[in-house]
């Protein structure tokens, strides 16, 4: 009876154990992308995600800065078979595009209704033939930085964001004060920080073949140079200065430059580099363009046509591009590309960033153009820019004889 019984609650407990369901593996998703272990957004995107989507892990696969392009499309015509890849450069979602490296979206967007107004027109820039290919993530587009102790000092009100072109140079020279060493504002030697402007109207592009829109800021910029407004070009280069230095060292009332500049700034006021008080407007704007225009730079996500996941990577891309995924992003101090109130009120509670309102309304942009667009012959067009821009700069020829130039090479590069 004893060996019986021990025979029945062995047979029981093997009928127990087999009743009880093994626990699941997580399902990795795999993203490849640059500089993963010192990149703060990375690790706060995948946290967030992970948080929100249990049962799922993000795995990295992390390729040289420098050298990602190129690697990662050796890596996809090798058949890799990784779900995401983000995109640096445009150009390269272009090129995968054309090699099918990349799946469309569109039956994706269209089955979920995704919200693509949030991007407020970037998305239109991963998208081929009409097609979308990627979800943008980051956007650096281009803000105002001012000095708030040297409006105060000078009893003169801070910039607003609706202010055209005309009223921010009145506003420079007015902040101007030779005796004390003090510049109504700076501008960095790129073409992006001088003349880039034209592009914030959504028509004009720096790849269209005709430059006669950058005239009204290469004469605007002279006039501020002429005027002791802003340090000459030929000073600027002959010290090597580079803007965070020029704007920290506390004497320059305004200053155009990426959002990117942000967490310096708010790095330079903990280390004690610099001790003012500091905020952000949205960029002026030309007569006739929507206030809060601006252009910048987009990173962004795509799935890979070799992906065996590919409704999971576009639960990842569609996330990561969204609202939640950009509140993760925002986290860190990072501009995400999506633009909301939520997202604003996010990137304004990192600590260090100014308190006032204005700054936070600055993180709500209209409308961001591209710096440069995808273009037939970019690349030569891109030399042929800054290589007259640098003359103009240097006042080796004039606005009007280096847009001409720029109109007759670029044109040369077509015949």
Not at 79 to 89: A, F, G, L, P, T
Not at 278 to 289: E, F, L, N, R
Request: glycine fraction near 6%.
């Amino acid at each position: 009876m004893k060996k019986l019984l021990s025979v029945l609650l062995a047979a029981i407990m093997m009928v127990s154990l087999l009743a009880v369901p093994a626990l699941a593996e997580d399902q990795v998703l795999t993203v490849v992308t640059w500089d993963a272990t010192t990149t703060p957004y990375l690790t706060a995107q995948k946290e967030a995600f992970e948080a929100s989507h249990p049962g799922v892990k993000i795995e990295y696969i992390d390729v040289a800065s420098q050298d990602y392009g190129i690697k990662a499309t050796t890596m996809l015509e090798g058949k890799d078979k990784s779900d995401v890849y983000m995109i640096k450069e445009i150009d390269d979602l272009i090129k995968w595009q054309a090699q099918g490296f990349t799946a469309p979206l569109a039956d994706y967007i269209a089955a979920d209704n995704y919200d693509l107004s949030g991007f407020v027109g970037t998305e239109v820039n991963y998208a081929v033939d009409g097609v979308q290919y990627a979800i943008p993530f980051r956007s650096d587009f281009w803000v105002l930085f001012y000095n708030k102790d040297l409006f105060d000092a000078a009893g003169v009100e801070y910039p607003t964001n609706d202010m055209t072109w005309d009223q921010y140079a009145e506003l420079a020279k007015k902040l101007t004060n030779k005796e004390n060493n003090i510049y109504g504002t700076h501008y960095h030697t790129w073409l992006s920080a001088v003349a880039n402007w034209a592009v914030c109207d959504g028509v004009n592009t720096l790849a269209d073949k005709e430059y006669s829109d950058l005239l009204y800021f290469y004469k605007l910029y002279q006039d501020l140079e002429d005027s002791g407004a802003c340090m000459s070009y030929a000073d600027v280069k002959a010290a090597g200065l580079h803007y965070s230095a020029a704007f920290a060292n506390g004497n320059v009332a305004m200053l155009p430059m990426g959002y990117w500049y942000v967490s310096t700034l708010i790095g330079y006021n903990k280390d004690g580099t610099c001790n003012f008080n500091w905020g952000i407007t949205a960029v002026p704007h030309a007569d006739g363009v929507k206030a809060g225009s601006s252009f910048g730079n987009l990173t962004g996500a795509m799935i890979n046509t070799n992906s065996e996941q590919k409704d999971l990577a576009w639960e990842y891309i569609s996330w990561l591009g969204g609202a939640e995924g950009a509140k993760a992003t925002a986290s860190v101090g990072a501009r995400p590309a999506w633009v909301s109130e939520d997202v604003a009120g996010a990137m304004a509670s990192v600590e260090g960033f100014p308190t006032d309102e204005g700054s936070k309304e600055a993180l709500i942009p209209s409308f961001v153009a591209m710096e440069w667009p995808v273009a037939e012959k970019v690349a030569d067009i891109k030399t042929i820019v800054n290589e007259e821009h640098t003359m103009i700069m240097a006042r080796e020829i004039t606005p009007e004889e280096g847009i001409e130039e720029m109109n007759e090479r670029v044109a040369e590069l077509f015949e």
